[in-house]
């Protein structure tokens, strides 16, 4: 059974307006367990709601919350939480291999039935995100009208490749800093911390965080199962389950119009991209300048005119 609570919720928008909108909550029966979902606007709008996927795997949705402001123009929202993380249900001792990219598009197409919006859809997709709707739109579901790989990838190596890269433009004490703990394995000391977090403050969000972002982070460590496991400890190279991970050789079977958005400065660095640009038929690509991983706080104005842009090319 799905339990609703419906809400008047006002909302940020991405030129710090704000706008008056219903919203409604639920949750989705799932493996015996829940996907905590929220709908922004009205599923029975004229034009085609949005489905945003979270960054992570395991960053709770809150930090997209500025994608609402889509509402104000006519396309419903949908956010919700991936399960492990969030508002839904947290499973700390599931093994390690309960945890796949096929377990999260299960969810996802379980969640566009439930809505009833299977046949009619657009899938953003932020990071981790992206990877899962790039996933979900190499398998040509009909129901979906356009896609948008924000500050994503397309291959795990890609990634890798492009820390290094970033990681050799570091002052070098913090270079050997970082470098020193990763041999000693000595991940917690605070010193590792800071230099990680020196990092993260050039390629992840170059702006003061928002409590809404913080809000992601912070249930991202108190329960960081999904992300450890698939992930790994930081940002800096997949070494979870996810190290070997590739869509490059598929992406040719995606028909779809697609967004690729990418900072300046991302963490997500342009090699990420390039097998997005050059094997998906109608593609188009933005750079946020002066943008990292987080571009959408960090210009939310350049980058939703672009997001806006985009879909009202999709004419629906």
């Known amino acids: 059974m799905l339990a609703f609570r419906t809400r008047p919720l006002r909302i940020p928008g991405a030129l710090c307006r704000y706008y008056l909108t219903m919203t409604t909550e639920g949750f989705l029966p799932f493996l015996g367990h829940e996907t905590w979902f929220e709908v922004t606007g009205q599923l029975d ?5 949005v489905v945003a996927l979270h960054g992570g795997p395991g960053v709770a949705h809150n930090y997209l919350e500025p994608m609402k402001g889509l509402s104000a123009d006519g396309w419903p929202v949908v956010l919700y939480d991936q399960l492990g993380c969030g508002k839904s249900t947290h499973l700390r001792d599931a093994p390690s291999d309960f945890w796949t990219v096929e377990l999260f598009l299960d969810e996802l197409d ?9 046949s009619n859809y657009h899938l953003f997709g932020q990071s981790w995100g992206g990877m899962l709707a790039a996933e979900h739109a190499v398998r040509r579901p009909t129901g979906l009208r356009s896609l948008i790989l924000s500050n994503s990838l397309a291959s795990s190596a890609l990634w890798a490749q492009g820390a290094t890269r970033l990681r050799a433009q570091l002052p070098a004490e913090t270079l050997h800093v970082l470098e020193h703990h990763e041999a000693a394995g000595t991940l917690e000391e605070p010193d590792y911390v800071v230099a990680v ?7 992840v969000c170059r702006v003061s965080m928002p409590d809404y972002v913080q809000a992601s982070f912070a249930q991202l460590a108190e329960d960081p199962t999904v992300y450890g496991t698939m992930w790994g400890p930081n940002e ?3 070494v979870g389950s996810l190290s070997n991970w590739t869509v490059v050789d598929r992406l040719s079977a995606i028909n779809v119009p697609t967004l690729v958005i990418t900072g300046e400065f991302d963490e997500a660095t ?4 390039v097998p997005f640009v050059e094997n998906i038929a109608d593609v188009q ?9 987080l571009s959408m706080v960090e210009e939310p104005e350049f980058y939703f005119s672009t997001v806006r ?6 004419n629906s």
Do not use: D, W
């Open 285 to 293: 690509q933005v750079v946020v300048h002066g943008g990292s991983h």
């Open 270 to 273: 342009s090699e990420c991209q």
């Open 110 to 118: 379980a969640l566009l039935n439930h809505l009833g919006i299977s």
């Open 236 to 238: 800096f190279a997949p």
């Open 197 to 203: 977090e020196e990092y993260y403050s050039r390629h």
């Open 309 to 314: 842009k985009f879909l009202s090319g999709m």
């Open 45 to 49: 709008s004229q034009r085609t709601p």
